[in-house]
């Protein structure tokens, strides 16, 4: 191995250089002109983006296996190098390598993907990249009320996915339970002031519910899930103040 570095360095490696350049290039310009034709021919954004950065990753990989096999065309080098290299970055930064098996783990198994609404690590927001080492997410929450968006960027590592439970409020079911609740005298009349909130809330309800009982059942095949009611309900319960209602529902 040390043998072959000596030869190697000693001699003239302008053909090689001008061909890895050339490779490049040409990946380069492949990759510009696909993200410019996706543009054009495909609208939705989350589509657009998921088939551009799979083309990306493509080339990537491509140029770099054709780099590799110029500059090293014997199979035995190549793989002597790789393991050298995959040692020695191991060694140094453990937290890079988790990164990486976590990127493997999240492009497989997929606990969220790219548009997902995730919170991991007290840490919540949309989820609008996933790199090699960062998921990079849209924040929502902290000071900005309605679970809306801040505006800030933020990049989490992707080891974390090995650290901390994953909630993820889009993938599966798209709907998550909520609860209004709003406190009356006792004196005054509950039981009508409970009817009001529920005949509110079945109102919209209704909007919803074919959407609702059609994801649910598709959840089930994947999940052991099951809810007994999907329609809204008030709970009584009295407080300090009086008399609380809380309303659950979808």
């Given at each position: 191995?040390?043998?072959?570095?000596r030869i190697?360095?000693?001699?003239?490696?302008?053909?090689?250089l001008?061909?890895?350049l050339?490779?490049?290039?040409?990946?380069?310009?492949?990759r510009?002109l696909?993200?410019e034709?996706l543009i054009r021919?495909?609208?939705?954004p989350?589509?657009?983006f998921t088939i551009?950065?799979?083309?990306?990753?493509?080339?990537?990989i491509?140029?770099?296996?054709?780099?590799v096999?110029?500059?090293?065309?014997?199979?035995?080098?190549?793989?002597?190098?790789?393991?050298?290299?995959?040692a020695?970055l191991?060694i140094?930064?453990?937290?890079v390598?988790l990164?990486?098996?976590?990127w493997?783990?999240?492009?497989?198994?997929?606990?969220?993907?790219?548009?997902?609404r995730i919170e991991l690590?007290?840490?919540?927001?949309d989820?609008?990249?996933i790199?090699l080492l960062?998921t990079?997410m849209?924040e929502?929450?902290?000071w900005?009320?309605?679970?809306?968006s801040?505006?800030?960027?933020?990049?989490?590592?992707?080891?974390?996915?090995?650290?901390y439970?994953?909630?993820?409020y889009?993938q599966?079911?798209?709907?998550?339970?909520?609860e209004l609740s709003?406190?009356v005298?006792d004196?005054s009349?509950?039981?009508m002031?409970?009817?009001i909130?529920?005949?509110?809330?079945q109102?919209?309800s209704?909007?919803?519910?074919h959407?609702?009982?059609?994801q649910?059942k598709?959840?089930?095949q994947?999940?052991?899930?099951?809810y007994?009611?999907?329609?809204p309900?008030?709970?009584?319960?009295?407080?300090?103040?009086?008399?609380?209602l809380?309303?659950?529902y979808?």
């Amino acid at each position: 191995m040390i043998e072959w570095f000596r030869i190697n360095i000693s001699g003239d490696h302008a053909e090689e250089l001008l061909i890895s350049l050339a490779i490049l290039v040409v990946g380069w310009v492949i990759r510009k002109l696909t993200g410019e034709v996706l543009i054009r021919k495909i609208e939705d954004p989350h589509h657009r983006f998921t088939i551009n950065r799979r083309v990306g990753r493509g080339l990537a990989i491509a140029t770099l296996i054709l780099v590799v096999a110029i500059w090293f065309p014997n199979l035995k080098e190549i793989v002597a190098i790789l393991s050298l290299f995959g040692a020695g970055l191991a060694i140094v930064n453990r937290e890079v390598i988790l990164s990486m098996v976590a990127w493997l783990h999240i492009i497989t198994r997929q606990p969220y993907g790219v548009g997902d609404r995730i919170e991991l690590n007290d840490v919540s927001g949309d989820v609008i990249d996933i790199s090699l080492l960062v998921t990079t997410m849209m924040e929502t929450r902290e000071w900005v009320q309605g679970d809306q968006s801040t505006g800030r960027i933020m990049r989490i590592p992707n080891n974390w996915v090995f650290l901390y439970a994953v909630k993820n409020y889009t993938q599966g079911f798209e709907y998550i339970w909520n609860e209004l609740s709003v406190t009356v005298s006792d004196k005054s009349d509950w039981n009508m002031a409970r009817e009001i909130m529920m005949s509110l809330a079945q109102e919209s309800s209704f909007i919803v519910e074919h959407q609702v009982k059609s994801q649910l059942k598709t959840m089930t095949q994947e999940y052991l899930v099951y809810y007994s009611t999907l329609t809204p309900f008030v709970y009584v319960a009295t407080n300090e103040r009086g008399i609380q209602l809380t309303l659950r529902y979808l």
